[in-house]
């Protein structure tokens, strides 16, 4: 096979963004202003993002006396791990910027607090303005959708419309807010404004809230902004603090709790979403589109890397995952990626994706003991699927399974991974327990794996990355699915030697994909030649290291975010930003490993 790779290009200049979002609406480009460029939405029908786009899409305006204030310089920090908080202090006033994403909710809701800190009387306008520039649709890469944008009042509901049409209304939003705003659209320009007039006494304050509601067309959009204003902004911030506060996990470390939890949260908001026309769950890598390969499925990610973290803080949503793999997205299951309605986007079969079905099943038994799963006819089904799928690819001259593509995506040098193997090893092992797989098959596997697994390297006996069974092998490692987690699927102790020695090869220089520097170490592969975070995930899955959490406290990423590789150098940011179901395994590691409360 042909080592064709599609690698990520290497971030060049980058700028800090803060995200935010529910099931239903994303909003990942908010600068350190509190302004927002990109609000999304997932369609079935597209089996895309369909964003609403501008580089001032949504911004603050607040005038004292008639006199516009520059909201500079502007502080920003996560209430609740999730809710983006902007603070402004002046000579007259003091403001408060809270952008607020209910779950459950086809929307969103920008307040702004105003503080008269002065004696006086003074007369404040506060309210929301913006550009709506464009709107594109992203599956991976981003494309500009050529379709008819308008905007218009919305006289029904009292709200501002956007609307984007292209043969059909693909979607639309409505904004307004409280108190009988003032509405005001520019449709040459695209721009709208959203305000109110009010006196504020001397040391008084008044919360303003401005309401972005999406729906399918005009009509759905206004009413759902109706029915936003009818709860109002308080109690919608009540009901996303309530929840936030229910589901965070609580740390012994307080250092890295707060870091934990936006990962775990950002993985569980955009790495899953309910779409806007359907309302059915769907599962992807993110719904971010800095993501390189975003709003796209692969079975590895959603359910051995996100699905442990939605398992420790929503068993009820992690069931209805569960659910939804066995039936939207199992008819090409193993296959490298796939649309959000389950149809192939990226050929070439993985093993380990199609192991990671059965993976995230025992793992999720694990966690709730649901047992009552099992008996559910599509899980029944889906697995004797997944056993035929895995009987194709079996090989029984060695006794171990092939593959075509390796946990990064691309093509293997030899088709026996040992990795891959182990987790099938693993799959099989839960299987036998519900009378799905022999105990001599496993043995047997277990036999190969050490037969043509183990090699002689630089350290002693290691396992190597793949063999042909044939003599031939290669001595390697990936982060997205590395012999580092043998021993954490239980296939080996970590104090055997030869995984001893396997560990220690990984995170040595004998390793030209292993970085040190002053500040960091980690390791790298060819997808992708910088630490990822992965690594690090990897081994404080097996071996607790005061050394790299201390290091992990000192990493930047994406903002704080998860992402697929860093530079060595600063912390920041290499390759993958807004890696939403990275995200969910680097809070999930962290969490089992500082010891969850």
Partial sequence: MQKILTIPEAEKEYDEYLATGNEF?????ITKEGKVEVANVILDKTNSLIDFRGNNLIEPIISVDNEIINLKPIRYRYENSWIPVFTYNGAKIEVTIKIITPKGYKGFVYG??????TSSDIYIECGVQGIWEESASTVFHTQK??????????????SIMF???????LAAMAISGDDDPDLYYDKEHMRYKVSNKKKLNGHEEKTFYYYYSVNMEQDGAGTTNIDLRRRGGYNLYEIETRWLQEHRVKLENKLLEDRVNRNIFFSYFYSVAYTLDTEEQVLLTSKSHKYYVSAAFWGRDSLLWSFPAVCLIDKNEARKILLTCFSRYLRNAGIHSLYINGSVLYPGFELDELAAYVIALDEYIEWTGDNEIMNIKKIRQGLLYILDVLHKWYSPECGLYRTELDPSDDPVTYPYLIYDNVLVWKALSFLFKYGYASKEHIDNLETSIKKYGIVEGPFGKMYAWSTDCNGNYEIYDDPPGSLALISYYGFCSSNDDVYINTVRWIYSPENKYYFKTEKFDGTGCIHTPFPWLMSICNYLLVYKDDKKIKMIENLELDNGFACESFDGETGIVKTGNAFATCAGFFGYTLAKVLSIK
């Fill in 145 to 158: 959708i050529c379709a008819t944008k308008d905007i218009f009042l919305h006289t029904w509901t009292n």
């Fill in 112 to 117: 702004i607090t105003v503080k008269n800190i």
């Fill in 25 to 29: 609406v994303s909003i990942p480009s």
């Fill in 163 to 169: 609307e984007l049409k292209n043969m059909t209304v």
